[in-house]
Every structure is written in structure tokens, then in C-alpha cells.
């Protein structure tokens, strides 16, 4: 026990500070968009901005994605960067509420594991009940970013 609290309090006191990024968008939650902890970047799960445009969960991971891409490249990084992503999807109602797996996929592959961008990210993928839906939100990524 004494050696598990001697590992926490040495652990707190070497950890690395947590920097709010620069330049990080507002979300309206209140919590930060985007945290550094040393050379890693924690990004808050986000929506597509476009999403009233974009209809389909395809339409949203592109527009997502791109909007990560801007955000990440702002913190001088690359999707290439990223080395995990949480993917959370609502059901679709045109799909009778359940998930677009396909869709999202069809988004995913336009920004990873191409040719000019062969990195593809440790990641977890499951349907959950969107806060958004409500305003049609089909799709939310959390994503982890490591600096070289």
C-alpha cells in the first residue's frame, strides 16, 4: 500500500503540466477543446461543423475530419499525428436509428491509410445516444495526437 502512494505522489509530482492549446476552439460544454500534457494533445470530442449541411454520416466524417485536420495543423501537427481516436455514432434515423458503420468508413478512408497519408490510428468505434442528434448529429471523434 505505502509503495502504491509513494508511485501516485511521485507520479503526480513528475507528471508534465496540462497547457490549454493555443488557438483551441470553444466548446460549449465549458471544458477545454484541446489539453497538451507534454509532447501529447488530447482533443475533446467534436461535432461537424457543417452539420446541418451535411445530412449523411459520411458527409459528416469528412467535414468533421477536415475541421480535426484544421484544428490539429493550428497546434502544428498532422492527422498523422494522431495515434488514437474515439468514434462515437448516433443512430441514423434514415437507417431505422441504427449506426452507419459503412458511412463512417467511407469518410474515415479519404484521410487515413492513403497513400499520401498511410497512418492509421488505434481505434474504438461505437453507437451511442448523441447529445447532438437532436440536431442532427450522426457522429462525434475524440482524437490523441503525439508530437514527434
Known amino acids: 500500500m505505502i509503495k502504491i502512494c509513494l508511485l501516485f505522489l511521485v507520479g503526480i509530482l513528475i507528471a508534465p503540466p496540462l497547457i490549454h492549446a493555443q488557438n483551441a476552439s470553444i466548446p460549449p460544454s465549458g471544458t477545454s477543446a484541446e489539453v497538451w500534457a507534454g509532447n501529447t494533445l488530447y482533443v475533446s470530442g467534436s461535432l461537424d461543423p457543417e452539420l446541418k449541411s451535411h445530412p449523411s454520416t459520411e458527409l459528416q466524417t469528412v467535414g468533421l475530419i477536415k475541421d480535426l485536420k484544421k484544428r490539429l495543423e493550428a497546434q502544428g501537427l498532422t492527422l498523422g ?22 458511412g463512417m468508413m467511407a469518410g474515415y478512408t479519404q484521410f487515413f491509410g492513403t497513400k499520401e497519408q ?31
Open 81 to 102: 499525428n494522431v495515434v488514437m481516436m474515439h468514434v462515437y455514432l448516433g443512430g441514423d434515423p434514415a437507417r431505422d436509428g441504427k449506426m452507419d458503420f459503412e
Open 118 to 148: 498511410p497512418n492509421k490510428p488505434a481505434r474504438t468505434t461505437v453507437q451511442v445516444v448523441l447529445p447532438a442528434g437532436t440536431r442532427g448529429g450522426l457522429i462525434e471523434i475524440e482524437l490523441i495526437a503525439v508530437r514527434p
